[in-house]
């Protein structure tokens, strides 16, 4: 072979390697470094620590406990929570449209075991309790409108998000005085999920290792029936994304969703709406039992 085609047959070499090695995210000289300042790199990042740019399904899993705060009284921990939710994040124009759902259990606090009956300290009696089965819960994530933050330092990268909300109640005083808080529903999501910069640096990850964090503030919960009596609720919990999916998710809270509430445990594949809240989910319970039962409570 002579040396003029052995250095073609080099240099095909190597452009074939540069172009797979700019694909895949392979350590390349000169290659450009993750800038989280350039908002599409922003948003392919924050997709790939909280679902998957490759469109396949996603679980992830909160667990945590709820706090009562009433004025003049102390904090109390009320019930545990645990929650998996199935998302699939679907690309569009400008970002990711990603389609979720959620199903959540309350659970007690020493046995850690789901409760359908809860004993309401202020009311002095039991109460049914109604877990969370939000389907769906969608929302864009776009380059144009980035609604998370990043703070890094070395190979740890952090992205944020803070939800403040306030709009009309689904459940106004005047028709669920029981189960109302307000003719405003007022909370805030705070949002965190910590990653490496290692791994959204590898190109050919289209999903990487993430752990995180969920809290919220706001108002009792419907089937709480305290109504109008003061006070707040708090969430506090440690969320996971696991690596192989269902299989990293505790199994006594998957066998829970399976015997339960199966339809969860697989992640949506087209967008529906309007969204649903645990509040739109139980007007629809009250209203279902009133046309029933002829009630006006």
């Not at 090695?21 to 000169?30: D, M, R």
């Not at 990268?157 to 803070?162: K, N, P, S």
């Not at 290792?209 to 009596?229: D, I, K, Q, Y």
């Not at 506090?236 to 994304?241: D, Y």
């Amino acid at each position: 072979m002579t040396i003029k085609r052995m250095t073609v047959r080099l240099l095909r070499r190597f452009t074939l390697f540069a172009f797979m090695a700019s694909t895949l995210g392979a350590p390349v000289h000169g290659a450009a470094r993750l800038d989280f300042a350039d908002p599409q790199q922003a948003i392919e990042a924050y997709v790939r620590a909280n679902g998957d740019t490759s469109g396949k399904p996603v679980a992830t899993w909160a667990t945590g406990t709820v706090y009562a705060y009433v004025p003049g009284e102390p904090p109390r921990p009320l019930f545990g929570l645990e929650v998996l939710g199935m998302s699939r994040f679907l690309r569009i124009e400008g970002g990711f449209q990603r389609l979720h759902k959620e199903v959540g259990y309350y659970t007690d606090l020493e046995t850690g075991k789901v409760i359908d009956r809860w004993f309401n300290p202020w009311l002095q009696r039991e109460v049914d309790v109604v877990h969370i089965q939000n389907d769906p819960v969608n929302r864009k994530f776009l380059a144009s409108r980035i609604s998370f933050r990043i703070n890094e330092t070395g190979d740890d990268v952090a992205f944020y998000r803070e939800v403040p909300l306030r709009y009309p109640n689904p459940l106004d005083r005047a028709n669920y005085p029981l189960y109302s808080s307000g003719d405003f529903y007022e909370a805030i999501e705070m949002f965190n999920t910590f990653a490496r910069r290692r791994d959204l640096e590898n190109r050919r990850l289209t999903s990487v290792p993430s752990t995180g964090s969920w809290s919220r503030m706001g108002p009792w919960l419907p089937w709480m029936e305290m109504g109008a009596h003061q006070g707040y609720l708090l969430y506090h919990s440690r969320a996971l994304k696991p690596v192989d999916g269902l299989a990293g998710i505790p199994a006594s809270l998957v066998e829970e969703v399976r015997r339960r509430h199966p339809a969860y445990l697989e992640a949506p594949s087209e967008f529906r709406e309007p969204d649903e809240t645990s509040w739109t989910f139980f007007k629809k319970l009250i209203d279902e039992r009133r046309r029933s039962m002829g009630a006006t409570r």
